[in-house]
């Protein structure tokens, strides 16, 4: 059965970086393609980055202006969002998710999900 584990997230200061990991157990991840999706509270949850199985990478919303990197590492099955430069509106907690076909930015689009990383950035 396929499972996404998220790790990475914690309290930082304005200007800082974090990098999370999403480690998935079950299946290869070059089967998948996995996103990274945020959901601050109050609000929908929103897209962020994905990379495909074929290794390709998509940024969306806030995340197309930089300061954000997503790859993999496929020796340790896992995908990883390097986050640089965060501010405040960043605060939120980071999903990742699995699905069989090419990359979306759709909440709908993906089957399987982690349990979240709680990312906040405050002084």
């Known amino acids: 059965q396929l499972r996404l584990v998220e790790s990475g997230g914690g309290l930082v200061q304005p200007g800082g970086s974090l990098r999370l990991a999403c480690v998935i157990s079950?299946?290869?991840?070059?089967?998948?393609?996995i996103g990274w999706f945020r959901q601050a509270s109050g609000k929908g949850r929103e897209g962020v980055s994905c990379?495909?199985?074929?290794?390709?990478?998509?940024y969306y919303g806030d995340s197309v202006k930089g300061g954000f990197t997503i790859s993999r590492d496929d020796a340790k099955n896992s995908v990883y969002l390097q986050i640089n430069g965060l501010n405040p509106e960043a605060t939120a907690v980071y999903y990742c998710?699995?699905?069989?076909?090419?990359?979306?930015?759709?909440?709908?689009?993906?089957?399987?999900w982690g349990q979240g990383t709680q990312v906040t950035v405050s002084s």
């Open positions: 990379i495909s199985r074929d290794g390709d990478v998509m």
């Open positions: 998710a699995a699905r069989r076909s090419y990359c979306s930015s759709r909440i709908d689009a993906y089957d399987t």
């Open positions: 079950g299946a290869r991840v070059d089967g998948y393609s």
